[in-house]
């Protein structure tokens, strides 16, 4: 069983920051690949972004805005949030999967004011 615990979520203006965290515990050593999806309100889970084996990735909407970066000691990756914007508002949350089997965390809502 893995576990993952996500932070760091909130109210922020537009053109603001926020930083994300996901924590993995349980049955998992290092986190090879971490990927990050939000859900606004009425839409589809969409993909935002990934750690995959050292590289990483973004979708189209958020990529040089935002970054990722990972902390092997403490088992967490990071979602690094600059310039954010409205649309930007949604629930995020962090997905790996071991074994063939999927977990996410419980979401953190991200809310950006115009």
């Known amino acids: 069983q893995v576990q993952l615990v996500e932070s760091g979520g909130g109210l922020v203006q537009a053109g603001g920051s926020l930083r994300l965290s996901c924590t993995a515990s349980g049955t998992i050593s290092s986190i090879l690949r971490m990927d990050w999806y939000r859900q606004a309100p009425g839409k589809q889970r969409e993909w935002v972004a990934n750690f995959n084996y050292g590289d990483t990735n973004f979708a189209n909407a958020v990529k040089g805005r935002f970054s990722i970066s990972r902390d092997s000691a403490q088992n967490t990756v990071y979602l690094q949030m600059n310039s954010l914007k409205p649309e930007d508002t949604a629930v995020y949350y962090c997905?790996?999967?071991?074994?063939?089997?999927?977990?996410w965390g419980q979401g953190t809502q991200v809310t950006v004011s115009s």
């Open positions: 997905n790996t999967i071991k074994f063939g089997v999927d977990y």
